[in-house]
């Protein structure tokens, strides 16, 4: 361990240097004497790529063929039911009031018998892509949509299916998807974030959803809590009022050198540098944020065509933020769990549906518009579905259905994927994915594939082992591939 001899140091800090010096070298005498420990391997010794450079969000080529270069996540968080939105299932009909033949999976809560739909579902476009009602906007482009119905996930709870989406892993702490994106591939624009995060109040597991973990912090998630409406509330203390910019950079100059010195005091600390880079993106933020947030400056034609909801409003702002060089942008439907329908799925649905098909139909038609559809990847869905047979409540049955890790959908479209396509099936209820099963490492090694990466390749070196999205899964998925 390297030391500063000019600096007095506390007699703790003396004990601990020496000490876990010490304990090291007894460490590695023992492990050698067991034939364990041999020369360091090039992934021990190598340098990461983002440390390669001044600035760690610098924009980087993909080292393969890339078909999109951004993505906006559109999250419904709390489980959108397959069965009343892109997977119509009449045989629910024929059993109403009547047990699945087959029986019920386990799911979080006791189930009952089928549950019919509420909505009515069509068929849209020349790929005939049957949707329900409540998403009829957005079904106007069925034939860019290449929708999943077989996806499934591990576990029927929000935290763990949740964290498994967004970061690979349900239960230990695990960069996000978002942070592996910006680790991988930088940002092009080195006044804003490579990663924002937006959600009018918090999902369940918070944070942890954009986490950057072990990678390095400043390739965390950027959050911002679109319940404020106006740019500079937004993002808090984009303005300093006090002193002028100039001012301000020679702070941050003398700021940075004396964070340096106090670096190169102590061992190479990850978390000191993403400091010392939030600062900095702080101060160039302030010529180009309030600008990207501030949907006011769109003609009003385009917020008309967006509409009026806070869902609208978030699409509005990914579509400026990818447009000025973000990588990639995740927009969550709202507080906690708000598609989490246990009761009453006929009226929450129909509402959240409106809430945000307005918005997200808007969004396909700009990117298409401005020349952005083709590179963007827009994924959009939940942790999971929910189940075909009613919720039991009290015993008795309710109006709504519970979580369903065993089959649901997502939909993907522009970036690269295939238009006007339906991957996969469920059985005949909606209960299972039977058919082209994807998992949620597969969705993972598939969007990293489009990105122009190989999912095992894309790896970072923590604890002795070398760590990625899918973990030590994941294929991608060739089919929805256009």
């Given at each position: 361990m390297?030391?500063?001899?000019?600096?007095?140091?506390?007699?703790?800090?003396?004990?601990?240097?020496?000490?876990?010096?010490?304990?090291?070298?007894?460490?590695?005498?023992?492990?050698?004497?067991?034939?364990?420990?041999?020369?360091?391997?090039?992934?021990?010794?190598?340098?990461?790529?983002?440390a390669q450079t001044a600035n760690p969000l610098a924009p980087r080529p993909a080292p393969l063929?890339?078909?999109?270069?951004?993505?906006?996540?559109?999250?419904?968080?709390?489980?959108?039911?397959?069965?009343?939105?892109?997977?119509?299932?009449?045989?629910?009909?024929?059993?109403?009031?009547?047990?699945?033949?087959?029986?019920?999976?386990?799911?979080?809560?006791?189930?009952?018998?089928?549950?019919?739909?509420?909505?009515?579902?069509?068929?849209?476009?020349?790929?005939?892509?049957?949707?329900?009602?409540?998403?009829?906007?957005?079904?106007?482009?069925?034939?860019?949509?290449?929708?999943?119905?077989?996806?499934?996930?591990?576990?029927?709870?929000?935290?763990?299916?949740?964290?498994?989406?967004?970061?690979?892993?349900?239960?230990?702490?695990?960069?996000?998807?978002?942070?592996?994106?910006?680790?991988?591939?930088?940002?092009?624009?080195?006044?804003?974030?490579?990663?924002?995060?937006?959600?009018?109040?918090?999902?369940?597991?918070d944070v942890s959803n954009w986490r950057?973990?072990?990678?390095?912090?400043?390739?965390?998630?950027?959050?911002?809590?679109?319940?404020?409406?106006?740019?500079?509330?937004?993002?808090?203390?984009?303005?300093?009022?006090?002193v002028s910019q100039g001012e301000q950079r020679r702070q941050l100059d003398l700021l940075a050198e004396l964070n340096r010195r106090h670096q190169r005091q102590r061992a190479e600390d990850d978390k000191l540098d993403a400091r010392?880079?939030?600062?900095?993106?702080?101060?160039?933020?302030?010529?180009e944020a309030t600008d990207a947030f501030d949907v006011e400056q769109e003609p009003q034609h385009v917020r008309d065509m967006y509409g009026p909801s806070v869902q609208a409003r978030q699409l509005l702002i990914a579509r400026r933020l990818i447009e000025r060089g973000v990588r990639f942008v995740q927009l969550f439907h709202g507080d906690v769990q708000p598609w989490d329908s246990h009761d009453n799925i006929a009226t929450a649905h129909r509402n959240l549906g409106n809430e945000c098909d307005q918005g997200i139909a808007a969004l396909l038609t700009d990117?298409?518009?401005?020349?952005?559809?083709?590179?963007?990847?827009?994924?959009?869905?939940?942790?999971?579905?929910?189940?075909?047979?009613?919720?039991?409540?009290?015993?008795?049955?309710?109006?709504?259905?519970?979580?369903?890790h065993w089959g649901f959908s997502v939909w993907l479209a522009g970036g690269g994927v295939k238009g006007g396509h339906i991957h996969g099936a469920t059985d005949d209820f909606g209960y299972k994915a039977v058919e082209d099963v994807v998992h949620v490492h597969d969705l993972h090694a598939t969007i990293l594939h489009l990105l122009g990466f190989d999912h095992t390749k894309l790896t970072y070196r923590y604890a002795g082992r070398d760590f990625r999205l899918t973990d030590v899964h994941g294929n991608v998925v060739k089919d929805v591939l256009a």
């Open positions: 390297n030391h500063d001899f000019r600096r007095p140091i506390s007699r703790r800090e003396a004990l601990c240097q020496a000490g876990t010096g010490f304990g090291v070298f007894g460490l590695a005498s023992l492990l050698r004497d067991a034939g364990l420990l041999g020369a360091a391997s090039a992934a021990d010794t190598a340098v990461p790529a983002h063929p890339a078909r999109a270069k951004r993505v906006i996540h559109i999250y419904l968080n709390g489980g959108p039911s397959q069965v009343d939105t892109f997977d119509p299932k009449p045989m629910l009909n024929r059993f109403e009031g009547k047990m699945l033949p087959q029986g019920n999976l386990s799911t979080e809560r006791k189930t009952g018998t089928a549950l019919p739909s509420p909505f009515k579902f069509r068929k849209y476009g020349q790929s005939g892509i049957p949707v329900s009602e409540i998403f009829a906007r957005t079904a106007e482009h069925a034939d860019d949509l290449c929708v999943i119905r077989s996806m499934q996930a591990n576990t029927p709870n929000h935290e763990q299916s949740m964290r498994l989406m967004n970061c690979g892993d349900e239960r230990l702490s695990r960069p996000s998807m978002g942070a592996w994106l910006t680790y991988g591939m930088g940002s092009e624009n080195e006044n804003l974030p490579g990663y924002v995060s937006m959600c009018p109040g918090l999902p369940v597991a950057s973990a072990f990678l390095p912090g400043v390739f965390q998630g950027t959050y911002i809590d679109t319940r404020k409406a106006k740019a500079e509330d937004l993002i808090e203390n984009i303005r300093n009022t006090v010392i880079a939030s600062f900095e993106l702080a101060y160039r933020m302030q010529m990117l298409k518009q401005r020349g952005l559809f083709e590179d963007t990847l827009v994924l959009c869905g939940g942790e999971f579905g929910r189940t075909p047979a009613v919720e039991l409540v009290g015993g008795k049955p309710g109006m709504g259905r519970d979580h369903n």
